[in-house]
C-alpha cells in the first residue's frame, strides 16, 4: 500500500463525486514491542524503491559536481563549454527530516516525497507540539492534498501547491499510548493514522527464507511500477502536475453510496463508543484513497491501461482494508485505556513497594494485562502472576 501510494503520488485522483478529490497519500503505522521485527519488515517492502531513490541521490551529486566545475569557470570558458543548469533533487524519499528541508524537496519533486522512519514517536512527537503555525497545521495540510506555503525571513521560501506525502513507520504501543492526549483527539491527527497491531511474539530464528526468484521478481515488478506510473505524469505550463482523473463507475458508485450510508450509521448510532466515532469521517477519505491505489496496482499487475474508471471490486477491497484498519484503532483504543486505569492506580500508590502499587492495579482491574502491569511496575512477567497467587491466596508479604 505504502509503495504504491509513492509510486501513484500526485499523478492521479479519484473523483469521489464533482468537487470532491482524494489523492492517495497514507500515514502508515506499524505497532509492536521492541525485537517484533518491524524494521525488517519495513526493509525488506521498500527495499526495491530505495534503491532507485539511491540511485538519484547519486545521481544529483554527480550532476551538482559538474554544475559547480562549470559556474566556476570564468566567462570565456563557459561560452567554449555547454551550458549546464543547476540540477534538481530528484530524491523522493527521506528518513531524517524538518518540514522546511521536506517542504524545499517536494518543491522539487511534484509527484510526492515519502517519509519512512523506523521509529515514528519522533515524528508524532513534533505534532504532538500544537501551537499556532506549527508544523502540525501543515501535516494536516498535507494529508488532505492541500499547499504547504512556508515563508521565511533568512531563507528562500517553500511552496509546495498539492502536498503528497505518504508516511510509514513503526512505533511501542506504550509509546503510543502516550500520544492519545486530548488536543489529538481534537484536532484529528491520530485518527489519520491506519494502524496494525498484530498480536505477535518475539519468535526463536525462522529457518524459512524466500525464493531468491520471488525475491528479483518482486523488486523487478516494483522498479518498472514506479518507471512506467513516471512517464505518464503530465505538467501544466506552471510546471505543476496536471493529475490524471479517476471515477468511478456507475456499479462502483452505487457501492461507494451503500458503504458511505454504513458509516454515517455507525456515526449516528448511540451504541457505538464516541471515542471509536472519531476516526469514521477518516475513513470517509480513505475508503476512496484505497480504491484508487488498488485500482492502479491490479490495472498495472494484469497489464491493463484502463486507468480512467475505478470497478466494483476495487470499493469492495477498499471497505476490507476499511474495516481493518478500524478494528486496529478499536484495538489500540482499548489498550490505550487499560495501560491509562493502570498507570492511574500506579500513581495514586507512589512511594509504595511494588506489590501494593500492583495491588492497587489489581483492585482498579482485576482481569490486568500481564504484559503491560509488568512493564509499568518495572518486573517480570513471572512476578505479576506471584503477585495474583499472592493476592488470591490472602497472602499480605
Do not use: C
Not at 112 to 134: C, F, H, P, T
Not at 349 to 371: C, L
Amino acid at each position: 500500500l505504502f509503495l504504491t501510494s509513492l509510486i501513484v503520488g500526485n499523478s492521479m485522483k479519484i473523483e469521489v463525486k464533482p468537487g470532491w478529490y482524494e489523492y492517495g497519500s497514507l500515514w502508515l503505522v506499524l505497532v509492536g514491542r521492541a525485537g517484533i521485527g518491524k524494521t525488517p519488515s519495513i526493509n525488506n517492502m521498500v527495499a526495491p524503491i530505495q534503491k532507485m531513490n539511491s540511485k538519484e541521490i547519486k545521481q544529483y551529486a554527480k550532476d551538482y559536481e559538474k554544475y559547480e566545475i562549470y559556474e566556476n569557470l570564468d566567462k570565456k570558458d563557459k561560452k567554449n563549454s555547454e551550458d549546464i543548469q543547476k540540477p534538481y533533487k530528484k530524491q523522493f524519499i527521506v528518513n531524517d527530516v524538518t518540514l522546511e528541508a521536506l517542504a524545499d524537496l517536494h518543491e522539487q519533486n511534484k509527484n510526492g516525497v515519502g517519509v519512512i522512519k523506523d521509529e515514528l514517536a519522533g515524528w508524532i512527537k513534533e505534532m504532538n507540539k500544537y501551537r499556532q503555525g506549527s508544523d502540525l497545521e501543515h501535516w494536516l495540510s498535507s494529508w488532505s492534498g492541500k499547499e504547504i506555503n512556508l515563508t521565511r525571513k533568512t531563507a528562500k521560501s517553500s511552496f509546495v501547491e498539492k502536498a503528497f506525502i505518504p508516511v510509514m513507520g513503526g512505533i511501542q504501543p506504550e509509546i503510543l499510548n502516550s500520544f492519545y492526549t486530548e488536543d489529538n483527539k481534537t484536532n484529528g491527527f491520530i485518527d489519520r493514522m491506519l494502524f496494525s497491531f498484530p498480536d505477535l511474539e518475539v519468535t526463536d530464528y525462522n529457518m524459512d527464507n524466500l525464493s531468491t526468484d520471488l525475491i528479483e521478481y518482486y523488486s523487478a515488478f516494483i522498479s518498472s511500477f514506479y518507471t512506467d506510473i513516471k512517464k505518464m505524469i503530465k505538467y501544466n505550463d506552471d510546471y505543476e502536475i496536471d493529475s490524471k482523473v479517476i471515477k468511478l463507475s456507475p456499479e462502483a458508485n452505487l457501492k461507494w453510496v451503500e458503504v458511505f450510508n454504513r458509516i454515517s450509521g455507525t456515526q449516528n448510532d448511540d451504541n457505538v463508543n464516541e471515542y471509536m466515532k472519531s476516526m469514521l469521517p477518516k475513513q470517509k477519505s480513505y475508503i476512496p484513497r484505497f480504491a484508487l491505489l488498488m485500482h492502479v496496482l491490479h490495472e498495472y499487475y494484469n497489464g491493463g491501461n484502463n486507468y480512467e474508471t475505478i470497478g466494483v471490486e476495487s470499493i469492495e477491497r477498499a471497505e476490507k482494508l476499511s474495516n481493518y484498519f478500524t478494528e486496529m484503532a478499536r484495538k489500540i483504543k482499548v489498550d490505550t485505556k487499560e495501560s491509562v486505569t493502570l498507570k492511574q492506580a500506579s500513581e495514586s500508590m507512589k512511594g509504595k513497594d511494588s506489590f501494593d502499587v500492583f495491588k492497587a492495579m489489581y483492585k482498579a482491574n482485576p482481569n490486568v494485562n500481564k504484559s503491560k502491569t509488568a512493564d509499568i511496575l518495572g518486573v517480570s512477567r513471572q512476578t505479576v502472576y506471584n503477585f495474583i497467587k499472592d493476592i488470591k491466596s490472602g497472602k499480605s508479604v
